[in-house]
């Protein structure tokens, strides 16, 4: 199984970006798709995720102001990020995972990720 991110860059606050992940040797639409991030010194972060039906989660730090879409066809995954803070600079991984997560109320993803990729860095200058 092959993860690999692209889109990331450096951006000015109030900008945009999208993240792409590219899926490979495994079956895409049956699993869970994830953007963590991580700050060195800090806690990964779950960003967002998306089943494979397409519910989505999204962290409140980043809610209103991400979206996460899968296009099942092009076994790729994305973030569209907007109105970016300095505090999103991170770099940012996709995750993918066989467990559906939960679906009583509203969408809670699984906690743990069976593959990952090797991420992309954000940063957003203030």
């Known amino acids: 199984v092959q993860l690999v991110e692209s889109g990331g860059g450096l951006v000015q606050a109030g900008g945009s970006l999208r993240l792409s992940c590219v899926a490979s040797?495994?079956?895409?639409?049956?699993?869970?798709m994830a953007w963590h991030r991580r700050v060195p010194g800090k806690e990964r972060e779950l960003v967002a995720a998306?089943?494979?039906?397409?519910?989505?989660y999204s962290a409140d730090s980043v809610k209103g102001r991400f979206t996460i879409s899968r296009d099942n066809a092009k076994n790729t995954l994305y973030l569209q990020m907007n109105s970016l803070k300095a505090e999103d600079t991170s770099m940012y991984y996709c995750?993918?995972?066989?467990?559906?997560?939960?679906?009583?109320?509203?969408?809670?993803?699984?906690?743990?990720?069976?593959?990952w990729g090797q991420g992309t860095q954000v940063t957003v200058s203030s």
């Open positions: 998306i089943s494979s039906g397409g519910r989505t």
């Open positions: 040797g495994m079956i895409f639409s049956v699993n869970t």
């Open positions: 995750a993918a995972s066989a467990d559906p997560g939960s679906y009583y109320g509203d969408y809670d993803p699984p906690k743990q990720y069976d593959y």
